[in-house]
């Protein structure tokens, strides 16, 4: 069936240093890819998004990269800073009338100050 | 600029109750989308509703489990006969446009069953 997933359940960094946090997917019809934060007690918010005609695409302190060879999504995160502590999920949108946005189950960021 | 509103943050239900889960999507947002959280877990997709119309509702228990989107007033989330296994975190989001745009999603409803 269909999933995503990511590599590591937690990561943890230094502050300043650059996070990159990784995700598999195995739809290889999905064509449009976003990365949420979740922070204790709220709901998702959105972060950065990309779609399947792009392998990059930048944010403030974010850029996402697509490698749609190996079905592989990163998010990099600049200059890490404790705000950024949280659970980042990425989700995919498969094609055709019954898709939906699917979630990973989410690596938690933990930045050591 | 009010974001997707959600009420009550918390609510607890007895088992045989009924829970009902209100959300207000973002200002011109006319696409509402349910979710599921265990804990520590990802987001699993519930229903999608367009005013007045279930677009999907394949995520979604076909028992005790409904929703709407009236024309006015917020979407509703209603579990029947709530059980302990519904207890969870339970998510709207919305969309100005369709799927393939971002959803933006409320801080939730943690419903505890008793």
């Known amino acids: 069936g269909e999933s995503v997933g990511l590599h590591l359940p937690t990561l943890s960094v230094q502050e300043g240093d650059n996070s990159i946090i990784n995700c598999a997917y195995s739809?290889?019809?999905?064509?449009?890819f976003i990365w949420y934060k979740q922070e204790s007690g709220k709901g998702p918010q959105f972060i950065i998004d990309?779609?399947?005609?792009?392998d990059k695409r930048q944010g403030q302190r974010v850029t996402v990269l697509l490698n749609k060879t190996v079905k592989h999504l990163s998010l990099q995160i600049a200059a890490t800073q404790p705000g950024d502590s949280a659970v980042y999920f990425c989700?995919?949108?498969?094609?055709?009338?019954?898709?939906?946005?699917?979630f990973g189950k989410g690596i938690t960021l933990s930045v050591r100050p | 600029n009010a974001g997707v509103m959600q009420n009550p943050r918390h609510l607890v239900r007895r088992r045989g109750q009924e829970a009902r889960l209100r959300c207000s999507p973002m200002?011109?947002?006319?696409?509402v989308y349910w979710y599921r959280q265990l804990p520590e877990e990802g987001l699993k997709f519930m229903v999608y509703?367009?005013?007045?119309?279930?677009?999907?509702e394949s995520g979604m228990p076909k028992e005790r489990f409904s929703a709407e989107f009236p024309k006015e007033g917020p979407s509703i989330l209603r579990i029947q006969q709530v059980v302990r296994g519904d207890s969870a975190a339970y998510f709207c989001?919305?969309?100005?446009?369709?799927?393939?745009?971002?959803?933006?999603f409320g801080d939730g409803t943690r419903l505890s069953i008793l």
């Open positions: 509703l367009q005013k007045e119309n279930i677009i999907d």
């Open positions: 739809n290889s019809a999905s064509d449009y």
């Open positions: 200002k011109g947002h006319s696409h």
């Open positions: 989700a995919e949108l498969g094609t055709g009338a019954n898709s939906k946005l699917t």
């Open positions: 990309i779609r399947s005609n792009m």
């Open positions: 989001a919305s969309s100005a446009t369709g799927l393939d745009q971002p959803q933006h």
